[in-house]
């Protein structure tokens, strides 16, 4: 159902019928889901660094042995739980040291305080109250947690109550393994670096957050391109049909799953004397959508993957914008991602039989320029070259790549030379 939110509402919405709320009803008493609309509009902006609080929310380890740190801007508060009497490794300068080591600068922004306990629960209550007091004592402005570890929501919140009344976002975590000496010391190296990229993660997740108009407490720790790729899809199959999407994945994949046709590739095994050039293939998928034919049997998510391909890709190209380039690189792994929640194997099987008219469409525009496909697939390209030495080679294929993109059929595709031989064999 949050899910299903997001992808009707996004960040804003507003109540379809605001009359209701003066006939005795009050805002208070709630709203249903079928009672709002998205609306991009907002009576206030909201800046996501400066009108937002944070703290970030650290742990590592285990009860026997662990490390929970929290960050209220400038300051760290590190608790290690370590519940026998083996020596405290380190202290305030130690951190700061650390922090100057791993940002490559001297670094006086950044306060350190050190707190030893014998449990995980007096490490949860002491957390509990540095965040109630924070919450507290500091300025106005919402306050959102962070966390980035691997304990789950309700553990967390059941350690740290507190959590309860603040909303959550989550950061995308690596297991983090003790070794058996001076395992304090190796947690706090790690907490150093994770402190250090904190502030452009908390950029970027805002910047995502207002490209996709998904709520920032709703985005993926981990993965989150395909989930934005999957809301602007069922976004826009709703806008353009008007029928409700397949949210959660066509049940066609259980039935029809083993019926995919095999990935295409071209390969021409033997040995090649001359120069050979490797290249990456880019965009291929994605080129292929944009270039299918939208006849009248065309399908309604054939067209509506082609109008948000060449969207992502003329913001790419004429805004710069990291955003949509991520959904781009990202495509074909998204449409056959059977976990994703807008996977359809009619879609999946569509992407393969135009990925492999397209690999051919790309052999037979090389091989018209006198040039043999040792191997072709939607990410590689192999070819011998009629030419003998090496810079007459690269003009040739400066020449080639021209051809490519100027071509009706490769609009969007792009090469690129990966590696030269001399002489190759291939098997």
């Known amino acids: 159902a949050v899910d299903l939110a997001t992808m009707r509402l996004g960040c804003v919405a507003e109540v379809v019928q605001k009359d209701a709320f003066t006939k005795g009803r009050k805002l208070a008493d709630g709203v249903e889901l079928g009672e709002l609309r998205m609306t991009a509009q907002c009576p206030y902006v909201f800046s996501f660094g400066s009108d937002f609080r944070n703290v970030s929310i650290y742990s590592s380890g285990s009860a026997e042995r662990g490390l929970l740190a929290l960050t209220f801007g400038s300051t760290t508060v590190v608790i290690i739980v370590k519940p026998n009497r083996s020596p405290q490794e380190f202290s305030e300068g130690i951190m700061s040291r650390l922090l100057t080591q791993a940002s490559g600068r001297e670094r006086e922004d950044m306060v350190f305080r050190i707190e030893y306990v014998r449990s995980m629960e007096a490490a949860g209550k002491l957390a509990n109250a540095e965040i109630v007091s924070f919450r507290n004592s500091s300025g106005a402005g919402a306050l959102i947690s962070c966390y980035e570890g691997p304990l789950a929501s309700s553990d967390l919140m059941r350690m740290i109550p507190v959590l309860k009344a603040l909303p959550q976002i989550r950061r995308g975590h690596s297991t983090v393994e003790y070794p058996l000496m001076q395992w304090q010391t190796y947690a706090a190296q790690h907490l150093v670096d ?9 950029s970027e997740r805002g910047s995502l957050s207002q490209y996709a108009h998904i709520p920032v407490g709703n985005l993926y720790a981990d993965d989150v391109n395909l989930q934005i790729a999957d809301v602007f899809f069922a976004r826009s199959f709703e806008r353009c049909t008007k029928q409700l999407p397949w949210w959660g994945g066509d049940s066609q994949v259980l039935v029809l799953g083993e ?16 120069i050979v050039a490797k290249f990456k293939v880019f965009h291929l998928p994605v080129n292929a959508i944009h270039t299918v034919d939208e006849g009248g049997k065309s399908e309604d998510f054939t067209r509506v993957l082609k109008s948000l391909v060449s969207r992502w890709y003329s ?5 710069a914008s ?16 059977t976990t994703s929640s807008m996977y359809s194997h009619r879609v999946h099987q569509l992407m393969r039989v135009l990925v492999q008219n397209s690999v051919s469409s790309l052999a037979k525009e090389m091989e018209r320029h006198n040039v043999k496909v040792i191997y072709a697939s939607k990410d590689d390209l192999i070819l011998s070259l009629p030419k003998r030495d090496k810079v007459a080679a690269a003009g040739f294929v400066q020449t080639l790549k021209n051809i490519v993109r100027k071509s009706e059929k490769f ?3 792009q090469l690129q030379e990966d590696c030269w031989f001399e002489q190759f064999s291939f098997v």
């Open 315 to 319: 913001d790419a190209a004429r805004n």
């Open 259 to 274: 019926e995919l046709s095999p990935q295409f590739q071209i390969s021409n095994p033997g040995f090649y004397g001359g």
């Open 194 to 202: 994770r402190i250090l990229g904190f502030d452009k993660w908390w």
């Open 322 to 337: 990291t955003n949509a380039d991520a959904l781009l690189l990202n495509f074909y792994r998204w449409i056959t991602d």
């Open 411 to 413: 609009p969007l595709l």
